[in-house]
């Protein structure tokens, strides 16, 4: 159980579209909303990881059109924030939009964030620590996952709040906003690389 833990704890820390989309939304929005688009990223995580585990994800992915249209809606996604992240000047700005992202936004993101798919796939397929109860395993694995998740996700909003009050200087906040934009494109490389990868295998 400790190498899942491990596994939970490092596969949900890196940098992906929901934490950094999280620390976003409270930097532009503050701790309200930030609190409601967590609540849809819960919820919208935790779907995915329904359909994982019932097989659905799995039915799904196999039509190759559907797969390919959730990377290209996700990439155009991550591509058009690092756009906005790098061109919003002096700001601390992760996500530039004139209306505040709610609990439907968070469940939209992460039903079209490969990572969502790949994470609870390795999860919940590999790291058998109770071979004899499958379905209770299952259930200690969504209690864990969700354990580890929650106050993750809340540290990453709270960064993003925090970092918005900082009176940084200019020339510093371009360099964060830099920073954020090239974190978001590596994002999507290797969400392309993953997925040529997986092509080829076939």
Known sequence: MFAFVA???????????????????????????GLRYLIGLFIGTNLVALAVVSGLAAILFSVP??????LVLSALYLLSLAARIAMSGSEIAFIKSAKQPGVYNGILLQTINPKAYAVNTTLFSGFSFY???????TLLKFAIIN????????????AGISLKRLALDPKTQRLINYAMAASM??????ALLSASDMYKSQ
């Open 185 to 190: 494109l590596m994002v999507v490389l290797l």
């Open 147 to 158: 354990a580890i998740w929650i106050p993750i996700h809340l540290l990453w909003l709270g």
């Open 65 to 70: 059109w559907l797969r390919v249209t959730l």
């Open 7 to 33: 596994a939970v704890f490092f596969l949900l820390v890196t940098p992906g579209p929901g934490v950094l989309s999280t620390a976003g939304v409270g930097a532009a929005f503050g701790k309200t909303a």
């Open 131 to 137: 071979a004899e109860n499958i379905a209770l395993e």
